[in-house]
């Protein structure tokens, strides 16, 4: 039997089975409490046997290899949280073609993967993913969409586009599309920036064209949302004490989205370029303050400030970090967003990377970070040689997993892990990792708490992978790391 016919008729194949590796080869048993019934009449040992041969060989870093790897992370997570709580909803970021046999868009669904997830969100709105997307709902997984909505009429064609097709649309806002409800509507702030694309603002009120999908109905899944916020950033809501003693950083009004806003006695001028300081000052005059002056909070009540202002907002569905103010939210916290202000129950999903190592997440121990400029220690490929992580800074202390800068820029300070490796699979979802960062405040968890184990203890109703295109990035590099892995098999396994 090949592969294709293993997967579309699930039975066992035990010859696939009969040897693991020392990096597969553990899996945990989970208490069902309450009892979950996974899709398709597998039981948890069959789920389980199941990831283990999608992870397959770990030094076969081929496309295949590497799409099969990645689809048993998603699977492994979903697995582990579901038996927590049988409702808790999975949903991986981009990489559409992972929903298929091998990660090959022309081969058929892998419903061993899909029966596990309940939605699949991209960051790219086109024909191409609006059909894979619309496709995907017609076996029970929610698209959903977060791009640029620059325009009122952008935002109006994507909705109506996005409701035909039964997703979940959330419009990263430009200065025209966030005024367009106009002065006077409740919660109303003005924002100059071309684009707020930071997501960190917590739109207020519904933006023109999304307000049609606004309802007072239970979300119970995201089968039932009709609309969804996609804030993943709480750093507007952090530091105001630095607001205060640096204030030039933050007054100009063309980078910072909705950080100054009209105040009578305000203390601020808006800055940024001429014309747009001038349209503001005309629009709202001279007297401007930071937004949460405004609103009457105090400069240490940033986290009372982001939970109510969430708490307020109208939307069905949120996609937000678990992460807050050097710690977590709270369990008491996340209870409080999942009811919408016009009556209703939401769904509160947490961001979680899978697919790279972030430097303020709880594992972030000194141990795998250099100080300066602060950044993982990782390989790198060079003339079109692997070189790891540990040959770099020959420090035999260090994980060896961190493959290579996973971006430039902005997130050039994250890496592209091993996702398959015993200690991030430990990190992410097993538990027991040895790892902590002092910044972070663990006191909220057990000793060896993984990632999805810290967002179920939350109370969040679901999780949102996020970096699972990792694995299709970087072509090259890989083709580095496989010549590699073929002259010096399983060398990251070494003490």
Known sequence: MNRKEFLKTGMLASAAMGTASALIS???KFKQKPPWIPKGSFTIAEL???????YGNPDDVSGVGRARKMQALIMEIA???KTRNPNFQVVPQDTLQYAHIDGNENNSYDLNLLNLLDGWGIENFSETTVTRLANLSKVGIKGTANTNGRTVQVVVDNQKIATDNNILWHPQLSAEVYQSPGIGNAGYTPIYSPSSNSYNIIHDPIPAGVASTLNNNDVNSMSDA??????ISTGKYSNWSDWEANPGNRLNINTNAGYLVPFAGGRFQPTGPAEVVAQAIADHGTEWDFFWVAKGYTRNEGRKAYIEELAASEWDAFYLDAHAGGGALTKEEVEMLKQKPQGGRRQVLAYLSIGTTELYRWYADPVMVKPSPRSFLHGVVENGTFIPARERFRNVGIPNWMLWSAYSGQYADEATPIWWHPEWRDIIVRGGSPYKSPNYDHSLFADGRSSIDKIVDMGFDGVYLDNVSRATSSGAK?????AYNEANPRWYLEP
Request: charged content about 15%.
């Open 26 to 28: 553990w899996f945990p």
């Open 48 to 54: 389980n046997a199941r990831v283990q041969e999608y």
């Open 79 to 81: 697995i582990k949280a």
């Open 226 to 231: 009709k609309n969804h916020l996609y804030l």
């Open 478 to 482: 890989w083709t580095a790391l496989q």
